[in-house]
């Protein structure tokens, strides 16, 4: 049996494509006594909540004629945030020029988490400027790497 985010994902993919609307994320986890499937949806001109409504009905019509999920659970199809996680290479791509958080499985000079401005991505490696006290640094770390990236906010 295929997982329910791979059902989810072959669901809701066609949905989001004809609103014009792009897939970022799905997640089904147990929280408390609940679970819940959470579907993460954007645009380039952002989401609101009408959209967030439409998908979410669409969605759910799907699911209830398939019924993948045995068991009670909460849908939410929401924007990802301002902090958007990075997981696809195009994500990468995007990001370049802005503010991330970049998590390795592995450390790199030491480090397994930098913070700051990615300025490049070659689908290869990730290179991030972190800033360390007054002095800017350039960190390039493999894209295999990678355990997780999301855009950051970052505050000065």
């Not at 592995?106 to 991505?121: C, M, N, S, V, W």
């Not at 360390?132 to 894209?143: D, L, N, Q, S």
């Amino acid at each position: 049996m295929k997982k329910v985010t791979h059902i989810v994902e072959e669901l809701v993919t066609p949905i989001v494509t004809d609103m014009g609307l792009e897939l970022v994320d799905i997640e089904y986890v147990k929280e408390g006594k609940n679970w819940f499937l959470r579907v993460f949806i954007d645009s380039p001109t952002g989401i609101d909540i009408d959209q967030c409504g439409v998908v979410s009905e669409r969605l759910s019509e799907k699911l209830d004629e398939i019924d993948p999920i045995p068991h009670n659970y909460f849908l939410e199809v929401s924007s990802p945030g301002a902090e958007r996680p990075l997981k696809k290479a195009k994500d990468f791509e995007r990001a370049v020029g802005k503010n991330v958080y970049v998590k390795t499985y592995e450390p790199i000079d030491g480090q397994k988490e930098f913070e700051g401005r990615l300025t490049a991505f070659d689908g290869q490696t990730v290179t991030v400027e972190v800033k360390i006290k007054t002095k800017k640094k350039m960190v390039t770390i493999p894209y295999e790497k990678v355990a997780s990236a999301r855009l950051a906010v970052i505050f000065s």
